[in-house]
């Protein structure tokens, strides 16, 4: 698929899975003319030029997104309001300023504290990823069929916002994506649910796993295939950008994590006086949810995640 | 690879996923002589027949056990006894009666209950599965490099039954597995944190999930490559294998679950207080446990599970 390009030069501010995801995408559909890469970590850009991903690297933010048109930050959400404000002065008047934060309550305030007037701040969120970071780990093909959600700026109502906003949105569909424009607060609820809640489980199963008293580690570990396994994917994601979740958006998970310890009780309790009926009526229910998610285009549906692909 | 014969007559009983799993690479690997299907639902049967997964075709216990030197029960837990029952007049002397179930200590006490003298029981569980169930399932290479726990009777110390357990061992390691023994209540343990609880903790999530006000259960599917999907693919497992586990591994599941919620409970208060520090550190701990599985082979290196696999 080709797509007219959209912007003339985007710096990318954070060149890890996600940037570097982004910038091979832009590259490759040819949505942008030039791209910066801008990445704090000398390891990163080292390999960011053995890889060929940016026309410049540099470790300097404003330098990096001077006369840009479009910058994407994409660093932990914790990192987002320093970043912009490293950035603020070096802002081309009219750019689009967006960032891939999994939170946007307080991304879109960090990113609003020190933006000047003549730029477009329209937070996004692409929900796409793998438990591996870094700009090795990035590919062209993350999005792909992905949803990406904009939270423009409810107070702004003028036309040229609302041009911005669009052409993002065309930006994001010229990278394979598909785009939802979203309530802040609404994203933050969402995402507490489809995304922060299950990372929570998942690390702190594993977690308990491997301080089981009776059981060792090892054993964790060799029988794991039985289900545990699948838990360890997403426990095994970059620990600086989930704390960073976590802090960030601390309602909405406390919210529904209560939801979840609730309905974790009642089915222990059905556990415990054997309730077989209800445990039934709810395993057959959770069955359909998958269907839907399939249905979707969300995931795979083959058995397993088509992890043994191959075998059979 | 090539394995000698060594049962002459495999009778397997309850035809789903597993059943016709251990059929289909017992066949291809030679290690029996002739197979026998038994399955209570007609359409398992017609199934079966259609693919020719077995020499013969039943859906009497007694009739498809009589003169096998092998019988696995491969039923969902809470029905083996009454299998056993059915099957114990028939039973031919000298012959090896296992199961493939997920709980060992209920399951050994629901076979020894109608279990004859002259017959060798030894308890079994491939840790092994998919999400799918029924005879289309099963695929030939589904405990390829998997563990086989055997959980042979403690009390039971004649040499013929050594000799009956290191047959059934290699019988196993002949259809691709590694093999280990250990005792019954052991066995329970390692698998309520292994597999039970993981099962249980996403049937929760899918459920709290689908019930949240404030977000459709379509937000949930369309936005759930973020975390949830995961957590759909054992939560789509079978209901009545899963209720069953539950009802028959109570006092295990109950005890982790319980050291779950606790430190489910701390890393509550930890995100209340802001403590990010000790959430860096779970989340670099729980980082370490997957490169385990994966060294130890129960699991792909691929990021996502491989499910993007062709994406890039």
């Known amino acids: ?24 995408i832009a590259r490759e559909r040819g949505v942008v003319g030039e791209i910066i890469a801008v990445d704090a970590s000398e390891k990163h850009r080292e390999r960011i030029e053995a890889l060929g991903l940016a026309d410049r690297v540099t470790g300097d933010i404003a330098e990096g997104v001077a006369g840009a048109d479009l ?15 490293a ?32 730029v477009f ?60 424009v ?37 054993e964790v570990m060799k029988y794991s295939a039985g289900g545990f396994r699948d838990f360890t994917r997403i426990a095994a994601s970059d620990p600086t950008m989930w704390r960073d979740i976590f802090v960030a958006n601390k309602e909405a998970v406390l919210e529904v994590l209560g939801r979840f310890t609730e309905d974790l009780q009642a089915l222990s309790r059905q556990i415990r006086w054997g309730e077989a009926d209800k445990l039934h009526d709810l395993f057959t229910r959770t069955r359909a949810i998958r269907r839907g998610v399939i249905a979707l285009g969300q995931e795979s549906a083959e058995p397993n995640f088509g992890r043994d692909r191959g075998k059979h």
Chains 1, 2 share one sequence.
């Open 1 to 24: 698929m080709t797509t007219g390009r959209i912007y003339e030069r985007m710096a990318v501010v954070g060149f890890g899975l996600i940037g570097s995801s982004v910038a091979r």
């Open 71 to 85: 910058v994407v930050f994409a660093v932990p959400v914790l990192a987002m309001g320093e970043a912009m404000a």
């Open 87 to 118: 950035a603020a002065a070096a802002l081309a008047p009219g750019a689009t300023i967006t960032d891939v934060g999994s939170v946007k309550g307080s991304v879109a305030e960090a990113l609003a504290a020190s933006a000047p007037d003549n």
């Open 121 to 180: 701040v329209i937070p996004g969120h692409p929900i796409a990823g793998t438990e591996n970071s870094g700009p090795d780990a990035g590919f062209a093909e993350l999005f792909d069929g992905r949803w990406v959600i904009l939270t423009p700026d409810d107070g702004r109502e003028d036309p040229a916002y609302a041009e911005a906003v669009a052409k993002l949105a065309s930006f994001w569909r010229g990278c394979g994506a598909q785009v939802e």
């Open 182 to 218: 979203m309530d802040v607060k609404h994203h933050d609820l969402v995402l507490a649910i489809t995304s922060h809640l299950p990372h929570l489980i998942a690390y702190n199963i594993v977690g308990t796993a491997s301080d089981l008293e009776g059981v060792t580690e090892g």
